[in-house]
Nanobody, 123 residues
């Protein structure tokens, strides 16, 4: 049984930083692209970042603009999203995702989803 479990969400002031993490189990972690999406009520889930299985190929959503960094630790089956210079509009539920191809993850090519973790940025 595949499980992606996010952690690290919370409340932060605008301009602050937060790191969310995802622990994977039941999957051959180093064979999957891993990524992050976020979603606010009434809107579609939006691509944030993705990493190839080796971590050498990385994509970011256009809105990130150098503020976020995705990283993965294949020895620990974890993927992280470091978020800096947070803005109130970054407030959303952040979802961890696993998929077969990093280049298509931004288009929603995802096999497994986590349950999400709430990130709230206050102004």
């Amino acid at each position: 049984q595949v499980q992606l479990v996010e952690s690290g969400g919370g409340l932060v002031q605008a301009g602050g930083s937060l790191r969310v993490s995802c622990a994977a189990s039941g999957v051959t972690f180093n064979s999957y692209a891993m990524g992050w999406f976020h979603q606010t009520p009434g809107k579609d889930r939006e691509f944030v970042a993705a990493s190839s299985p080796s971590g050498t190929v990385i994509y970011y959503g256009d809105f990130v603009k150098g503020r976020f960094t995705i990283s993965r630790d294949n020895a620990k089956n974890t993927v992280h999203l470091q978020m800096n210079s947070l803005k109130p509009e970054d407030t959303a539920v952040y979802y961890c995702a696993a998929g077969p191809r990093v280049m298509y993850m931004s288009r929603g090519d995802v096999e497994y989803w986590g349950q999400g973790t709430q990130v709230t940025v206050s102004s």
